[in-house]
């Protein structure tokens, strides 16, 4: 009998041993996709642990890597690292060179290993501010410190024997990675998370994702230095699944097309640029075809699971899904059983009309500080309702303190933030994590997110707004591409707003109108006001927003406006529009 996997780089080595991969990782090179064997990339991380070894690398040293990409190379290094009991600290590549700064000197990282030539730049720029003995990088730029230059350091299998008498004394307690998160606001933290914490949470998780056998593709994009996607590289090793690479978030409709994966992880903000391009697409119809797209999407939008829609329904659906809904689900690649969104909250709409047209959306909870998973919905057993993120994952407890935060207790829980005792002690209490996070408990055991803690605020009235809830609400406009609500300690609350650029433009057209700004253009303005209006009605008095200004520029993740998980940073979205703040609260 296998033994059940203890530390992450276990879970390879039971796909070696349980279903063996011919394509356990695919990718595509000058145009072309290729493939390695699970036996062809176990052999390449044991070179990458041989030519650490090398480097005079020792346990519970840290090595930092940052890939604008997903690649075999990340995985490799990641295997690599961890079997001889070090650590890998993975960075996004949106990061500034200051942060890269900070993060390589607190986190004492030796070596760094960086995907591409633009990478290599910004982390030499302050190279000589750190404590880094060298850089590597994947691509072939400087054949002194590329990927093979590297792995030929590990050529010689003298020093295997050591690779696997380390490989055996790493427990299930120590700390695997520093994964420092992005946040919405201040420095970065570093988390700390152990074998035992992911491990465990990958095992459970498995459990709650409806996918049996070995036989199923899935594509791998969204950022690896986040937990999320970390965490799915982990169960697709344990599940035996090949792995596809998708080119760049650019390219990931083509590569749905080519690769016909049967699952992917998504975030709230892709699904909504997905959904945003479909309707755009329905727009651009004429006459019967129109009017039959739209009539599946409000048919879609209605959608209640476990059959509590009537028979007549379910008629008009059939016919929906074999008109509207499957070109859809081709234009996601044809196979995908469903998806499953986690990061940030998503719109109910999405999950109802994506379900309805067969592709069902899970939402889950879940943060780096919990490794990540806390609760998922799961179609089997009545365990899916929108509007929630599913049932609390098995051996994992949660409860709601006295204030609404969620309170979280279980073997996922961080071993706390690195360098940062006080800030552990605040966040970990009698064994339960504070997420910071806003939620009820339902009766039948689901989980809601209503907000977040830190993030709501009192008006000068004494009223406490949850800009999340009105936010998520606003976004389901297709005008409203990101918004952030404000008025902290002001009289009412209101709303800076980047417009869906293309939408936008594409309306004008309809109208046979031209928008030369669209922070004042009368018509625009009147349009935006009817949104928010139509939101309100499900706001009290005190909520609802009054006022709004749009910004001229589109909020980005290189200009700062996003974490690299498209989540808004309100500190410096404010602090960039600080004369349309005054325009609102002082005019």
């Not at 890998?88 to 200051?98: F, G, Q, R, W």
């Not at 050529?155 to 050591?162: G, H, I, M, T, Y």
């Not at 070995?214 to 035996?240: D, Q, T, W």
């Not at 829980?413 to 996070?437: P, R, S, V």
């Amino acid at each position: 009998m296998t033994k059940q996997p203890t530390r992450l780089f276990d879970f390879i080595y039971h796909q070696e041993q349980q279903c063996p991969q011919e394509k356990c990782y695919t990718f595509k090179k000058h145009g072309k996709w290729s493939s390695i064997s699970t036996r062809y990339f176990l052999d390449e991380a044991n070179s990458v642990s041989r030519a650490l070894l090398k480097l005079g690398i020792l346990k519970n040293d840290k090595i930092a890597v940052i890939s604008t990409n997903n690649r075999p190379e990340w995985h490799a290094l990641d295997i690599g690292v961890l079997q001889i009991g070090a650590q890998n600290i993975p960075l996004y590549p949106t990061l500034s060179e200051k942060d890269y700064q900070y993060i390589l000197n607190h986190s004492d990282a030796l070596y760094c290993f960086v995907s591409d030539k633009d990478l290599l730049e910004k982390v030499n720029a302050v190279k000589e501010n750190t404590n880094l003995k060298g850089v590597f990088t994947f691509d072939e730029i400087n054949t002194e410190t590329d990927w093979n230059t590297f792995l030929k350091l590990g050529e010689s299998l003298d020093s295997q024997a050591k690779v696997d008498a380390l490989k055996e004394s790493v427990s299930e307690n120590d700390l695997a990675t520093i994964i420092y998160t992005s946040g919405t606001t201040g420095t970065p933290k570093g988390v700390m998370l152990s074998h035992k914490n992911i491990v465990q949470n990958t095992l459970v998780s498995a459990n709650a994702l409806d996918l049996t056998g070995s036989n199923y593709r899935v594509i791998s994009y969204l950022p690896i230095s986040h937990i999320f996607e970390r965490f799915a590289s982990y169960y697709y090793h344990y599940m035996g699944f090949e792995v596809h690479f998708a080119e760049s978030i650019d390219k990931l409709g083509d590569n749905l097309k080519e690769i016909k994966p049967h699952f992917m992880p998504v975030v709230p903000r892709l699904l909504e640029k997905v959904f945003d391009k479909i309707v755009a697409k329905g727009n651009e119809l004429t006459g019967l075809k129109k009017g039959l797209f739209f009539w599946a999407l409000k048919l879609g939008e209605n959608y209640k699971p476990y059959n509590k829609n009537s028979s007549w329904y379910y008629f008009k659906l059939r016919i929906a899904r074999k008109l509207i809904f499957s070109k859809w689900k081709e234009a996601l690649g044809g196979k995908l059983k469903f998806m499953v969104s986690g990061s940030a909250p998503l719109q109910e709409k999405l999950i109802n009309v994506f379900t309805a047209a067969g592709i069902p959306i899970y939402e889950g909870y879940g943060m780096t500080e919990t490794s990540p998973g806390v609760s998922i919905n799961d179609l089997r057993n009545g365990g899916f309702k929108v509007g929630t993120v599913g049932k609390v994952l098995k051996d994992i407890e949660v409860k709601i303190a006295k204030d609404g935060e969620i309170l979280v207790k279980g073997s996922n829980i961080m071993l706390g933030y690195y360098k940062n005792e006080e800030l552990t002690k605040e966040t970990i209490k009698n064994g339960y994590i504070h997420t910071g996070d806003i939620g009820t408990l339902d009766e039948e055991g689901f989980l809601k997110i209503t907000d977040r803690k830190k993030e709501m605020f009192k008006t000068s009235g004494g009223k406490y707004i949850a800009p999340a809830v009105l936010e998520n609400s606003l976004k389901q406009s297709r005008f409203i591409e990101q918004i952030m609500v404000i008025g902290e300690s002001q009289k009412m609350p209101a709303a800076l707003i980047q417009v869906n650029f293309d939408f936008v433009q594409e309306w004008a057209k309809r109208h046979e109108y031209e928008i030369t700004d669209v922070t004042s253009d009368v018509k625009l303005m009147f349009r935006i006001q009817k949104e928010i209006d139509i939101c309100n009605r499900d706001f009290g008095n005190w909520e609802q927003i009054k006022k709004f200004e749009i910004t001229s520029d589109e909020w980005t993740i290189e200009a700062g406006h996003l974490t690299p998980t498209m989540k808004i940073r309100r500190k410096i979205i404010k602090e960039k529009y600080q004369d349309l703040f005054q325009k609102i609260y002082n005019s």
